[in-house]
Nanobody
């Protein structure tokens, strides 16, 4: 079983910054890809940023140049630095981890953390 614990969400003014972190724990053999998704009210969940085991990254067009994803493999942690936040970034953010366990290869999801950008 894998548990993902997210932290770092909150309320921030437009133009401000937040840093989200997500740590995976449990009976993990290894972790492949990691990523962040978000879901705004009334909208589908969408990919925000993704990072491979080899540190290749890709971003949604709407966040390119403003968000940076990184990972610490020693700590099983993925982070998302969010700068120049806009009102349209308001959403629940979820981390996703593709991990190998005794049960096989599976994607695991965090519980979600609210990010609200408002003055």
């Amino acid at each position: 079983q894998v548990q993902l614990v997210e932290s770092g969400g909150g309320l921030v003014q437009p133009g401000g910054s937040l840093r989200l972190s997500c740590t995976a724990s449990g009976s993990i053999f290894s972790i492949a890809d990691m990523g962040w998704y978000r879901q705004a009210p009334g909208k589908e969940r969408e990919l925000v940023a993704h990072i491979t085991l080899g540190d290749s990254t890709n971003y949604a067009d709407s966040v390119k140049g403003r968000f940076t994803i990184s990972r610490d493999n020693a700590k099983n942690t993925v982070s998302l630095q969010m700068n120049s936040l806009k009102a349209e970034d308001t959403a629940v953010y979820y981390c996703a981890v593709d991990a190998y366990t005794i049960s096989g290869f599976k994607r695991y999801w965090g519980q979600g953390t609210q990010v609200t950008v408002s003055s």
